[in-house]
Nanobody, 124 residues
Framework: QVQLVESGGGLVQAGGSLRLSCAAS????????MGWFRQAPGKEREFVAS????????LYADSVKGRFTISRDNAKNTVDLQMNSLKPEDTADYYC?????????????????WGQGTAVTVSS
């Protein structure tokens, strides 16, 4: 059973920072990439960032480039998303996802496993 559990969401003022973490577990869990997506109320789920399982090749949405950083912690088996200079438009539920086959890392369709999400609210 593959399990992804997000943590670190919360309420922060504009300009502040949050760090999201995704803990991955499962006996047969062998992803080749991880991603973060977000979904704001009334909007479709959108790509935020992705990284290969070995920690290489980070990708970012244009809207977060330069503000967010995705990273892998091999010791903890987590994928983290450091979010700086947060804006009210970053308010959304953030989801961690794992890709075990291949596909466009920018697309939610490429990911096989999803966490339950963690809420991020940025006040102005």
């Amino acid at each position: 059973q593959v399990q992804l559990v997000e943590s670190g969401g919360g309420l922060v003022q504009a300009g502040g920072s949050l760090r999201l973490s995704c803990a991955a577990s499962g006996r047969t869990f062998s992803p080749n990439a991880m991603g973060w997506f977000r979904q704001a109320p009334g909007k479709e789920r959108e790509f935020v960032a992705s990284i290969r399982w070995d920690g290489s090749s980070p990708l970012y949405a244009d809207s977060v480039k330069g503000r967010f950083t995705i990273s892998r912690d091999n010791a903890k088996n987590t994928v983290d998303l450091q979010m700086n200079s947060l804006k009210p438009e970053d308010t959304a539920d953030y989801y961690c996802a794992a890709r075990t086959y291949y596909g466009n890392r920018y697309s939610a369709k490429a990911y096989d496993y999803w966490g339950q999400g963690t809420a991020v609210t940025v006040s102005s």
